[in-house]
């Protein structure tokens, strides 16, 4: 039989579909490595420079990023050329070419999980490099599981072998980028993406207010996960040609790339090895390999120290918050006479009571030139406590401790009790007018459900308009006290009143509407500061991040100053009980940390506290006070008995505290107890033999672990047991 001549169109195609292809290739590869120069050269130079040059080698970074992301499309239309006119693999075929990609996003992601160590020292041994290696692949090969089972479940349930390949590569370019973003929030944070804190975020009502990414974050993820879809796209279509050639060729795949010889060769071996070497750590007590461990995620950790009955060797494991645990709080409510309290005996009546927070007000922000209006109420009568801490390095537990005068490590079993502070119940007994007012959800944390339980709906001011950023709603919130103190003005009521305002510019993402300070940053750029660690961009990023800061500092300072003068305009100023502070600090990597929630390093934790009012002597109280002691204090001036403070706080009185004392702080998992050896980060579960609980460490003020975490707990351990006991004071085991 004849054959028919192609026509000269497609004989060009049939000719040059390879070779465009491989060029299409090529090019994409040559656009990627000039993408990564451009960018790393961008990055070098922009944070040296101010103004016109800084926007343009940003812009021109920007531009390298997108060239590096959108390389691998290049290489795509060729790839699709191949998946119209080549004869559909068999599912075998198939298969055999998705676990070949399964095993490169194992590499991808191992390449990208070294991120994670970016706190791993040059002058570590190499014993403890080859611990960290393996237990890194491992660590890895585990968690690119999740990926592989979707990989199986497309490859049988979808038929259409081209729209399988299309969904596995976006899951595979989905879970690359998924990885990165852990990098990022680890770097950041020091905790995982995955972690619960970080689901908590995710599916809480009202998170959005408290994490603001902004469109640069979400167009370079949406970018990063197409370029890297399309590259497993081709990457697919490469594989299956592979694996077809062999067997035309009747020759069998290499050995390595066999799944059983992945799972003999190498996963088990790279598991059993770095799981052999952390409980021989374990067990010796090596803090240096222990250390190394802890930013790999997901990788139990067998402990065969906890093994060994040798408790002058090894610290004390505590379980602060057993499983099961349920509230028993308050042990008796307080009983107030009123009359005894030192508020009403200098004014005669029961004082308002306004609380005034500034969210991520960290200690070192309050003077003259940053806060003018504060600095004029601190002057002005005011007791101001120049050694205070916050309960928690985040709002939830700043507040928290502030509200119910108990650790951070009760936020649980409150949240699950649905109970209202004993502070606010109290109040509300002597017939207070109660009024919340906040520029952030109070959904989130769940406050809604905690401190404000009790109170109707619309007491609770938090709505602002979602269109608008911090500092409008700032302005707002000052408005709308102004407004409520007028309309209890011409409805004569003369309740006394509470009243509970948050201000939160100062929270990330630091909006402001300009301000004195400057270099500052256009738009806070996690993904900058999650990859800036070190380098001579550091000191500048810093300044640049913490001007912005500062600037919105210096615009809540303005909005307090607005809540301060309606008082002051309808009489109430001085029968009222003003008590202003942050909920917590804010890190600019002092101590290798941005933000907050991180760590318990001053910085995080150190917040100013002015109190002013009835009852309230002037002047500077040194010794040092803890939010904790801010629920108790307040209900002793309205007139309960100091004797009775054991039964509803864990608290001193912030008016004869201490002359020495530690202090706890909360995080989500854990609590830090402020000690003169140090700052002891405890885990609320005491790890298992499974290694799936947190371990314990020792800082210094600047947040290093000491060399003998061990002799500082010996030192300190009736400090420690008074604090594991207070944390179940208030629990009982058991449902």
């Known amino acids: 039989?004849?054959?028919?001549?192609?026509?000269?169109?497609?004989?060009?195609?049939?000719?040059?579909?390879?070779?465009?292809?491989?060029?299409?290739?090529?090019?994409?590869?040559?656009?990627?490595?000039?993408?990564?120069?451009?960018?790393?050269?961008?990055?070098?130079?922009?944070?040296?420079?101010?103004?016109?040059?800084?926007?343009?080698?940003?812009?021109?970074?920007?531009?390298?990023?997108?060239?590096?992301?959108?390389?691998?499309?290049?290489?795509?239309?060729?790839?699709?050329?191949?998946?119209?006119?080549?004869?559909?693999?068999?599912r075998e075929v198939l298969g055999q070419?998705?676990?070949?990609?399964?095993?490169?996003?194992?590499?991808?992601?191992?390449?990208?999980?070294?991120?994670?160590?970016?706190?791993?020292?040059?002058?570590?041994?190499?014993?403890?490099?080859?611990?960290?290696?393996?237990?890194?692949?491992?660590?890895?090969?585990?968690?690119?599981?999740?990926?592989?089972?979707?990989?199986?479940?497309?490859?049988?349930?979808?038929?259409?072998?081209?729209?399988?390949?299309?969904?596995?590569?976006?899951?595979?370019?989905?879970?690359?980028?998924l990885v990165y973003t852990d990098t990022v929030v680890y770097r950041l944070l020091r905790y995982h993406f995955l972690s619960s804190a970080v689901v908590n975020v995710a599916f809480t009502e009202g998170s959005g207010d408290s994490i603001i990414l902004g469109a640069y974050v979400w167009a370079t993820a949406a970018t990063i996960i197409s370029a890297l879809a399309a590259a497993q796209f081709v990457l697919i279509g490469v594989f299956a040609r592979r694996v077809q050639r062999l067997e035309a060729e009747g020759r069998a795949p290499f050995v390595l790339l066999q799944p059983k010889a992945v799972l003999v060769l190498g996963l088990l071996p790279s598991l059993l090895f770095s799981q052999s070497v952390?409980?021989?750590?374990?067990?010796?007590?090596?803090?240096?390999?222990?250390?190394?461990?802890?930013?790999?995620?997901?990788?139990?950790?067998?402990?065969?120290?906890?093994?060994?009955?040798?408790?002058?060797?090894?610290?004390?494991?505590?379980?602060?918050?057993p499983d099961g645990a349920r509230l028993a709080w308050p042990a008796a409510p307080p009983a107030l006479e009123p009359t005894r309290g030192a508020a009403f005996q200098a004014r005669r009546k029961l004082p308002n009571i306004c609380v005034l927070v500034l969210d991520s007000w960290r200690r070192d922000m309050l003077d003259a030139e940053l806060t003018p209006e504060l600095t004029r109420f601190a002057e002005d009568g005011a007791r101001r406590f120049t050694d205070?801490?916050?309960?928690?390095?985040?709002?939830?537990y700043g507040l928290f401790t502030m509200l119910y005068g108990l650790h951070g490590s009760y936020w649980f079993p409150v949240l699950e009790a649905r109970r209202s502070p004993v502070l606010v119940d109290t109040l509300q007994a002597l017939?207070?007018?109660?009024?919340?007012?906040?520029?952030?959800?109070?959904?989130?944390?769940?406050?809604?459900?905690?401190?404000?339980?009790?109170?109707?709906?619309?007491?609770?001011?938090?709505s602002f308009g979602a269109e608008l950023v911090s500092w409008q709603k700032d302005e707002l919130l000052a408005k709308a006290f102004d407004g409520w103190l007028t309309a209890r003005a011409a409805e004569g009521d003369e309740r006394p009143f509470f009243s509970f305002l948050l201000v939160d510019a100062p929270h990330q993402p630091y909006a402001n509407p300009g301000g004195p300070y400057s270099p500052t940053v256009e738009q806070l750029d996690y993904i900058?500061?999650?990859?800036?660690?070190?380098?001579?961009?550091?000191?500048?990023?810093?300044?640049?991040?913490?001007?912005?800061?500062?600037?919105?500092?210096?615009?809540a300072d303005a909005t307090a100053g607005r809540v301060l003068a309606a008082l002051r305009e309808r009489g109430l100023y001085d029968d009222t009980l003003v008590l202003i502070t942050g909920d917590h600090g804010e890190e600019f990597f002092e101590c290798g940390f941005w933000g907050h929630t991180s760590a318990f390093s001053p910085e995080q934790v150190e917040v100013p506290f002015l109190l002013r009012g009835p009852g309230v002597e002037p002047g500077v109280e040194t010794r040092p006070t803890s939010h904790l002691d801010v629920s108790g204090s307040l209900l002793e001036l309205l007139g309960a008995d100091p004797a009775q403070r054991g039964d509803y706080t864990l608290g001193a009185s912030l008016f004869t505290p201490p002359a020495e004392r530690c202090r706890v702080v909360a995080g989500w998992s854990d609590i830090g107890v402020w000690t003169d050896s140090g700052i002891f980060d405890l885990p609320l579960r005491a790890p298992t033999l499974a290694g799936w609980g947190e371990e314990y460490e020792v800082y210094d003020r600047h947040w290093n672990p000491v060399p003998d975490p061990e002799a500082r707990f010996r030192r300190e351990l009736a400090e420690l047991e008074r604090t594991a006991e207070e944390c179940g004071r208030f629990l009982v085991r058991g449902r």
């Open 388 to 396: 205070h801490l916050s309960g928690g390095n985040g709002t939830r």
């Open 278 to 321: 952390y409980a021989a750590a374990d067990l010796q007590g090596d803090r240096e390999v222990l250390r190394a461990a802890r930013p790999i995620p997901v990788v139990p950790r067998v402990r065969l120290g906890m093994m060994l009955d040798d408790e002058q060797q090894r610290a004390p494991r505590y379980e602060l918050l």
């Open 97 to 177: 070419a998705v676990f070949r990609l399964w095993l490169v996003n194992v590499v991808a992601a191992t390449l990208v999980g070294s991120l994670w160590l970016f706190e791993l020292q040059p002058g570590r041994s190499p014993w403890v490099r080859l611990y960290v290696s393996f237990a890194l692949v491992s660590s890895v090969a585990l968690i690119s599981l999740a990926p592989g089972a979707v990989f199986l479940a497309v490859l049988r349930w979808v038929e259409r072998w081209r729209v399988a390949a299309a969904v596995i590569a976006f899951v595979g370019g989905f879970y690359l980028a």
């Open 1 to 90: 039989m004849a054959s028919h001549p192609r026509p000269p169109l497609r004989r060009l195609v049939s000719q040059f579909g390879t070779p465009l292809r491989l060029w299409g290739l090529l090019f994409g590869v040559g656009l990627a490595v000039a993408g990564a120069l451009i960018a790393r050269a961008g990055h070098g130079r922009a944070a040296a420079l101010e103004g016109g040059a800084f926007d343009l080698l940003r812009a021109l970074r920007h531009f390298g990023l997108a060239a590096l992301a959108l390389a691998p499309v290049c290489a795509v239309p060729g790839e699709l050329w191949f998946h119209r006119r080549g004869p559909a693999p068999a």
């Open 431 to 462: 017939g207070y007018d109660l009024r919340v007012f906040s520029s952030a959800s109070m959904s989130f944390p769940e406050f809604r459900e905690t401190a404000w339980v009790s109170l109707p709906p619309e007491a609770i001011v938090d």
């Open 528 to 555: 900058e500061l999650g990859r800036t660690t070190g380098g001579p961009e550091l000191p500048l990023l810093q300044e640049r991040v913490l001007n912005t800061y500062k600037n919105s500092v210096h615009h």
